[in-house]
């Protein structure tokens, strides 16, 4: 079997899941486990973010919510978008609660519940900005009252997402939050619609920056009854400035490998493919069985990347192939097949963090972590 790992630390999901719920206090935690659990594995994050204090998952497909359901996970799961008319069935036999925001999938989330004798519980999608999904402010009050209208749905909640959360000075986080307080302002008993409503807004970013002095009081009080927190459950950073708020939050998941085969390439000679790399000395070349298939991206050789091996950091030369990376070791003949590769985590003295390979890929952290393919075996402890 292939040497190449994820190792996922369940402890630091557990322990991140219970300083984020402390943080959300009174509000409850929601553990993001869309795409496979930020590439931990869904089922797994979800149980560590459920046994370190978080009531509710959220996911972004209806088969992501299956597969938690199908894991025996019983907890609140909550769909991110609105799921299509035909998937509304599946919705309802899994106890899953849908994002709503159009009268299409109103009138089809309510045949579905009816179809079944059942009350669904839906949350009312706001879009206060960001111009993804969402009703439109003005539009709220309609569909809040056309839910309760309805006697197989249930308005459980209402909610918003914030564009810019992590840019600490973009006032645009408090348009945003403005709207969505003046939306629930709107829905009042006198207006037909239940309340308390689960109001819900912050994501890792806002729940990280309530706590500092600097932050507005809107963005303070944006915890409301439910955060969704994503990132910062697998202990990574949602922006630059937020690094600091990480406190006790630890990185949940190392990359690692071995070397497959070492040779000495001559100076003069190429690497790779399109021979983008060319030594300028002899060096000893060891060659990794991970490529982008797996997540290390085509151009990190290209871009500085570097992996670690016997505790010191070593350069990725040439692009990087589909299965394959290959690494300058300089003059250092020790380096044989079956020493560890670190991609991302700590060996001996030194650390690479999804973070620092985020800045050199000119991206983010989750897309680092969420490329990581599922052909790499995931390893729990």
């Known amino acids: 079997m292939r040497p190449t790992s994820a190792v996922v630390d369940l402890e630091a999901l557990e322990a991140n899941a219970a300083e984020l719920a402390r943080r959300a206090a009174p509000a409850e935690l929601c553990a993001v486990v869309k795409a496979d659990g930020y590439g931990h594995g869904s089922v797994a994050a979800g149980r560590a973010a459920l046994a370190g ?26 769909l991110l978008s609105e799921p299509r008319p035909n998937e509304m069935v599946e919705v309802v036999a899994h106890d899953l609660r849908p994002s709503v925001y ?20 839906v949350h009312l999608k706001i879009d206060t900005g960001m ?18 209208a309805k006697s197989d749905l249930e308005l459980e909640g209402v909610w918003t997402h914030c564009a810019v959360a992590d840019e600490l000075d973009n006032p645009f986080t408090d348009e945003q939050l403005g709207r969505y307080e003046d939306v629930l302002a709107l829905l009042t008993d006198r207006d037909g619609v239940r309340r308390p409503l689960r109001r819900h807004a912050a994501n890792s970013a806002l729940l990280l920056s309530a706590g500092r002095p600097d932050t507005s009081p809107i963005r303070r009080r944006s915890r409301y009854d439910m955060v969704r927190a994503g990132i910062a459950l697998y202990g990574l950073s949602p922006g630059a400035g937020l690094d600091g708020e990480l406190g006790g939050l630890r990185p949940a998941m190392g990359l690692r490998t071995e070397v497959s085969y070492v040779k000495t390439v001559r100076a003069g000679e190429a690497i790779s493919y399109g021979l983008a790399h060319r030594f300028s000395s002899d060096s000893c070349v060891a060659t990794v069985p991970i490529g982008y298939a797996d997540g ?54 030194e650390s690479i963090s999804a973070e620092e390979i985020a800045v050199r890929l000119d991206t983010i952290p989750y897309e680092v972590v969420c490329d990581i393919g599922r052909r790499v075996r995931r390893l729990y402890r």
């Open 296 to 349: 290390a991206r085509r151009d990190y050789g290209l871009l500085g990347g570097e992996v670690l091996i016997r505790g010191r950091r070593r350069s990725v030369v040439g692009v990087v192939t589909m299965d394959q990376l290959m690494v300058d070791c300089g003059s250092d003949g020790d380096v044989v097949a079956g020493d560890e590769v670190v991609l991302i985590g700590r060996q001996g003295s």
């Open 53 to 78: 204090g978080a009531t509710w998952l959220a996911v972004a497909l209806v088969e992501e919510g299956v597969e938690l359901r199908e894991a025996g996970v019983t907890a609140p799961i909550l």
């Open 102 to 121: 159009s009268p299409v999938g109103l009138a089809a989330a309510a045949a579905a519940a009816a179809s079944a004798a059942r009350r669904l519980p």
């Open 131 to 148: 111009n993804r999904v969402g009703a439109h402010p003005d539009d709220a009050l309609l569909l809040a009252r056309a839910i309760v």
